[in-house]
């Protein structure tokens, strides 16, 4: 059964750092794996999709990458701002199954 | 505009008293699919849906019911709803194409008296 961990599970830094988040997941055959954030309280906004067969992918401060073979996801938030606080969860997609994250909970500090 | 839409938002109950929390999808999309999300346990897959007349259970399926009569609507019933489903329920469809995104609703955030 896929599990999906994310740590840390929590982190506070301040204003203008560089960030990375990581996902772990036990089974290695997925479709894609999809970065959301989600703000307390609301709903999930799709940050990335990264296929199968693909490294990495940007947008704008964001970068995600990707390597199955060792079962992990990576996002990188460069020059980190507080309006950047959420909890971001990654997603993967297997065979009619998505599985979330665990989460990481985000405070950009002004 | 492309979207999933969840009705109600916010739903107040009692213990027992049936309720419907509809979605619905404008990009004929095939699957559909209900999360619950909790503190704690982070989101689950209730149930889910490949076609019309098509689904399946997800990892926390005790206690809901759905239906897929048509392609764009994918209820989640409860019959007998308890305090344990207190939560925030969220639908999601995508293509078959299981490379391609999957888009999420706004979420319902349901209370159980």
């Known amino acids: 059964k896929q599990e999906v961990t994310q740590i840390p599970a929590a982190l506070s830094v301040p204003e203008g750092e560089n960030l990375v988040l990581n996902c772990s997941f036990t089974d290695s055959a997925i479709y894609n794996l999809q970065w959301f954030r989600q703000d307390p309280g609301k709903g999930l906004t799709s940050l990335l999709l990264i296929q199968s067969s693909q490294r990495e992918q940007t947008s704008g401060r964001l970068n995600a990458s990707l390597d199955k073979s060792s079962g992990r996801s990576t996002l990188y938030i460069a020059a980190s701002q507080p309006g950047d606080s959420a909890t971001y969860l990654c997603?993967?997609?297997?065979?009619?199954?998505?599985?979330f994250g665990t989460g990481t909970r985000l405070k950009v500090l002004a | 505009e492309a979207q999933v839409t969840q009705n109600p938002r916010y739903l107040i109950t009692v213990t027992g008293k049936k309720l419907t929390v509809t979605c619905s999808q404008n990009m004929n999309h095939e699957y559909m699919s209900w999360y619950r999300q909790d503190p704690g346990l982070g989101l689950r897959q209730i149930y889910y849906s490949m076609n019309v007349e098509v689904t399946d259970k997800g990892d926390v399926p005790e206690g809901y019911k759905v239906s897929r009569k048509e392609k764009r609507n994918f209820p989640l019933i409860l019959e007998s709803p308890s305090p344990n489903q207190t939560s925030l329920y969220f639908c999601?469809?995508?293509?078959?194409?299981?490379?391609?995104?999957?888009?999420f609703g706004p979420g319902t955030r349901l209370t159980v008296l």
């Open positions: 997603f993967t997609s297997g065979t009619y199954k998505y599985i």
């Open positions: 999601a469809s995508s293509s078959p194409y299981r490379t391609d995104t999957q888009y």
